[in-house]
């Protein structure tokens, strides 16, 4: 079953849904606006697709679960360290606290496997049976796979990383899980994030959205402020602009090299526009609600470099990434295994890390691109037209001479293709949207001075 009316943010019915859902949030008994919140969240989601709720259920009751059970082994452990801390000496306590830490991380696999596995056979089964038929093709024999038809769930990445930040901070022994399911699915489907983000945080957002409000006339206005400057980037800024874009790269060969420069630079317009419009909506929403969410975006391309950069857009999931991937990647005992900087250095600068971080980076850009319409930047199909045609503009340079000037280096993919040469792209990060390392060429050894 289909959604009903797909209220997106800039269409009437959801202004209409709005208005009447805040009415009755402020009408109704403190202790019950929340169970109005879960009301209205999965109201908004069925709109979209009823069949496709089952999803959204799915992920929240395995994470609250999963919860539960962390919660359950950090507070039996405790106290049995504290019922036996007489009897037990350290090399006793050490062992228990080794197997119950070892219990948990099973739960959180078990987790991490389930919510993830689900998320990457409704976005990738598709793709993966279309590289294996374009095999199958190249090769000349074998045999040839339908593509399942499989609609992709709305949010799915949002309300999947949300969960699993839960789960993580559950583990660290970061707060308690929440006991009330219901609670615990208002968290995970608050309707105006579920579909854009932010990414929320439990410890920041969940006591906001079970507290009772008073109707605030200050917040109000904010949140309608903040709505229209949303609509007008969406509806304004990224709409217009999305012809002229959806044009030129539909011909680029029709079109001169400027044109296409052109139609980039308007690009990164419209997907700014868009995404950011959204977010403010988003904002704006819950602002009228009481509800304070994180910013998302922070003026990123008044930004003096392009580490900046990328720290003011889509901040919470840049945070979201350094917080549970980075951070524990860089404290694990593999990198502890490199025992000084140069060593350090030299990985970090070696090509399978860069090739590690730029396909990361593109399925974390593929997960959460925003705009409705646009082409994506890396198309799997014709490979990247915009970023070959500026191949013509940029000085072109074989990928084993060494660069000597600051810059931008990107490899483009395409379907079973070796890597393309590395097009230094001076200047172009903001236009292309790719995260890249600014590191030393390849054939070049690391030196890094000790103290």
Same mark, same amino acid.
């Given at each position: 079953?289909?959604?009903?009316? %797909? ?19 402020? /009408? ?7 169970? +109005? ?90 793709? !993966?049976? &279309? ?20 609609? /992709? ?57 079970? &507290? ?13 402020? $903040? ?5 007008? %980037? ?23 090299? +400027? ?57 919470? /999931?840049?945070? +979201? ?58 198309? $799997? ?23 000597? $000037? ?14 393309? $040469? ?16 600014? !590191? ?7 030196? !890094?001075?000790?103290?």
């Amino acid at each position: 079953m289909g959604g009903i009316l %797909k209220m997106s943010f800039t269409t009437l019915h959801f202004f209409l849904f709005l208005a009447m859902g805040v009415l009755i949030y402020y /009408l109704l008994p403190k202790k019950l606006q929340w169970v +109005w919140l879960l009301v209205l969240s999965y109201l908004y989601y069925f709109t979209f697709s009823i069949k496709t709720s089952v999803f959204l259920i799915f992920t929240t009751v395995v994470t609250y679960t999963g919860g539960i059970l962390l919660t359950r082994m950090n507070e039996s452990s405790k106290a049995y360290l504290a019922a036996n801390k007489e009897t037990l000496d350290r090399a006793a306590k050490k062992a228990y606290k080794e197997k119950v830490k070892k219990n948990k991380r099973r739960v959180v696999v078990a987790m991490l496997l389930l919510c993830f596995g689900l998320l990457g056979v409704v976005k990738y089964l598709n793709f !993966v049976i &279309e590289n294996i038929d374009a095999l199958v093709l190249a090769v000349g024999h074998g045999q040839y796979f339908e593509p399942v038809n499989i609609i /992709l769930p709305l949010g799915i990445s949002f309300y999947t990383f949300q969960s699993i930040s839960y789960i993580i901070d559950v583990y660290q022994g970061k707060y308690s899980a929440e006991k009330n399911i219901f609670k615990y699915a208002l968290f995970v489907s608050f309707f105006p994030q579920l579909l854009q983000g932010p990414i929320g945080r439990f410890d920041r957002l969940a006591h906001q959205l079970y &507290e009772g409000r008073s109707f605030s006339l200050k917040a109000a206005e904010f949140g309608l402020q $903040r709505i229209l400057w949303g609509c007008f %980037k969406k509806m304004v800024l990224a709409d217009r602009v999305a012809g002229f874009v959806t044009t030129v790269f539909g011909n680029y060969t029709e079109y001169g090299g +400027w044109y296409n420069l052109v139609a980039v630079l308007l690009y990164c317009v419209q997907l700014y526009a868009d995404f950011s419009g959204g977010i403010d909506i988003v904002i704006g929403t819950a602002e009228i609600f009481g509800i304070r969410m994180d910013e998302n975006f922070r003026q990123p391309f008044f930004s003096k470099s392009i580490g900046e950069f990328w720290r003011r857009w889509h901040i919470t /999931l840049g945070t +979201w990434m350094k917080d549970y991937i980075f951070y524990p990647f860089s404290l694990s005992k593999q990198m502890n295994r490199f025992g000084h900087e140069d060593e350090v250095a030299v990985f970090v600068s070696s090509t399978v890390f860069q090739r590690h971080f730029m396909v990361t980076a593109y399925v974390v850009g593929h997960e959460f691109r925003a705009g409705n319409g646009a082409p994506p930047i890396l198309s $799997r199909k014709q490979g990247n037209p915009v970023i070959c045609k500026l191949n013509g503009l940029v000085q072109h340079r074989g990928s084993h001479e060494p660069y000597h $000037r600051i810059g931008v280096y990107t490899e483009i993919f395409m379907d079973f293709c070796p890597p393309l $040469r590395c097009v230094p792209v001076d200047g172009f990060l903001l236009v292309l949207g790719i995260p890249c390392l600014n !590191v030393p060429n390849r054939n070049e050894r690391v030196s !890094v001075q000790k103290p």
